[in-house]
């Protein structure tokens, strides 16, 4: 158990942790260009009849959407390919925005929400990873490459810079269909920044865009939109992939008298078991229990979850689960002491913190309103 003004977790700290919680510049691109590594790198190492199965897999899809009476893709295809600039606009929009709005958010997230940048990357590489693999185990040739299918190549015949075609990117591995990539990265920039709390315009944004790929994608003939479906699939996993590695705590209920661990081992947050009571004003909080708070949240990231649990027949602690796991209290006098002291600090922000986890602690709402900031009171 802490005292206000010095802050420890259960679980071990490195020695030496920096308050500035971001990954070195040079290792982030290290790390994506060995990703690229892994691409280019599994698509040489093509096994026999690759390019047979690729098309064989095509028609399959095509077929089993035909079965379900959605192969809406050769209309589409074709509607675009007779609307002039409409169809340059699409041809560009896939060859750059998913790129473009991926590198933004991760330079976002990086430079403005750096206790969300490591989950957001680590779901990106492992829905990548998962997707290489699937190109290289399960390669299937886009609509527009199926012979005798009708599909006109928008992206190709309009001669787009930067896209099939042009020396930049004509040696790229156009049989990698299965999961759509373009797809998955637009969801991947959509989710990160709902999770980092964007503000609502770039969220909107974000989201609008996904959709306007997902048209895109079809139209130009480059993707089944079961591939849309794939994508999503390696985004899931890489999130999930992702919260698992992060250790993301559960809410579990204990009495004042159990300890930070459940049985499993798990971290967790301690929920009240009995609401304070409503005050006109709330009790005074000292500038110890201010720091105490602040040195956490410098050491450990934007708190993920912040609750008081009741100790003893007076007493109370505020529980804190850092970004990276890790997890503290500090002892104040009373649960409205400690309500107060998460609404105080303004070097936590409140408004990034999960307004569900929050409302279901047995906690006064003014205080809940106020701890989970903006998003609560929507």
């Known amino acids: 158990m802490l005292t206000a003004g010095s802050v420890t977790s259960t679980t071990p700290r490195p020695a030496a942790r920096r308050p500035l919680r971001r990954p070195r510049w040079w290792r982030e691109i290290a790390l994506g260009l060995a990703l690229f590594g892994v691409y280019s790198v599994l698509g040489g190492l093509a096994m026999p009849g690759h390019e047979r199965r690729a098309f064989a ?7 089993l959407e035909r079965l379900l009476h959605t192969d809406v893709e050769l209309v589409v295809n074709h509607w675009l390919a007779g609307q002039g600039w409409l169809t340059v606009a699409a041809n560009y929009e896939y060859a750059f925005s998913y790129v473009a709005v991926t590198l933004v958010t991760l330079a976002w997230l990086y430079r403005r ?31 527009r490459l199926l012979p005798d299918a009708g599909f006109v190549d928008t992206v190709r015949l ?19 269909a299965m999961p759509s990539l373009h797809i998955g990265w637009a969801l991947w920039a959509s989710l990160a920044l ?3 709390r964007a503000p609502r315009w770039a969220q909107t944004a974000s989201a609008l865009h996904v ?12 993707h089944y939109w079961l591939d849309a479906v794939g994508g999503v699939a390696v985004v899931w996993l890489g999130a999930l992939a ?27 947050t301690v929920a009240v078991t009995d ?3 409503e005050t006109s004003s709330p009790p005074a909080v000292t500038s110890a229990q201010r720091s105490a708070v602040r040195t956490f949240a410098a050491e ?22 850092g970004d990276d796991g890790a997890m503290g209290d500090v002892v104040v006098p009373d649960v409205a002491t400690g309500e107060a002291l998460i609404a105080a600090v303004a070097d936590v922000e409140a408004a990034e913190w999960d307004a569900e986890t929050v409302g279901a602690t047995a906690i006064g709402a003014r205080h809940r309103r106020r701890m989970a900031g903006p998003l609560a009171r929507r």
């Open 300 to 321: 450990h990231g934007t708190p993920v979850k912040a609750v008081v649990q009741r100790i003893g027949r007076a007493g109370a602690r505020v529980v804190l689960v």
């Open 211 to 222: 959709l306007l790929t997902l048209v895109v994608i079809v139209a130009t003939g480059n």
């Open 194 to 196: 709902s999770r980092a």
């Open 57 to 63: 897999n095509g028609e399959d899809i095509l077929a």
């Open 242 to 268: 992702a919260d698992l590695a992060r250790g993301s705590p559960v809410t579990w209920t204990a009495s004042a008298r159990q300890g930070l661990w459940p049985p499993l081992r798990r971290p967790y």
């Open 275 to 277: 609401t304070a009571a």
């Open 113 to 143: 929400r750096p206790e969300r940048y490591r989950w957001a990357r680590d779901a990106f590489v492992v829905a990548n990873v998962l997707a290489i693999l699937c190109f290289w185990a399960y390669p299937v040739a886009p609509p």
């Open 158 to 176: 309009g001669g787009t810079w930067g896209s099939w075609g042009s020396p930049m990117v004509d040696g790229a591995n156009q049989l990698a």
